[in-house]
């Protein structure tokens, strides 16, 4: 008589940290750091890491015919009439992602362009931390939203390079 033997073991499932998923995590991060108040860092620095992390779907379709009209109107609108800041970025990141040279772009998906990413979140979550004064600053009602942002900005690079 003769026992199968059945294995036991831990199954990993890693499908949620699939490259394509963390970069919809630091695409919508970004946006979200774009808009939202609560934070002190440079928002400057947000529209190259949006233009190295965001998905090749969000870059193609913005480097397309969609992306050139919506550039083109939403510079239109600019011109005749008062954008608020929270606005400028979205509108210069659309234009950085339209006009950025193919070498530029061809630093997406690699490992230079994952640690050049993480060097930048580095810098932002530096910069949001100490300007809050303390842990506990960041994570008040206000700043809850921006922490939690800078925080998946910051984990995303990290992850892509394991």
């Known amino acids: 008589m003769e026992k199968k033997r059945r294995n036991f073991g831990v199954v990993c499932y890693f499908g949620a940290f699939a490259p394509r998923n963390l970069q919809w995590v630091s695409a919508v991060s970004t946006a979200i750091l774009m808009l939202v108040k609560g934070t002190a860092i440079n928002k400057s620095y947000l529209v190259p890491l949006f233009a190295l992390q965001a998905p090749a779907s969000i870059v193609s379709w ?3 015919e969609y992306g050139a009209w919506s550039a083109f109107l939403a510079l239109l609108v600019r011109l005749f009439f008062f954008i608020p800041g929270e606005l400028e970025l979205p509108l ?4 950085l ?5 193919l070498q530029a772009m061809n630093l997406r998906g690699t490992q230079a362009g994952t640690i ?6 580095g810098y932002l979550a530096f910069q949001h931390f100490s300007r809050a004064g ?3 600053n960041a994570f008040n009602q206000g700043a809850i939203i921006a922490t939690l942002a800078i925080i998946c900005v910051t984990i995303v690079p990290l992850l892509l390079l394991v």
């Open 134 to 136: 303390s842990l506990q």
């Open 92 to 95: 210069m990141t659309l234009l």
């Open 97 to 101: 992602v339209i006009v950025a040279p």
């Open 62 to 64: 913005i480097r397309g």
């Open 116 to 121: 050049i990413s993480l060097v930048i979140a």
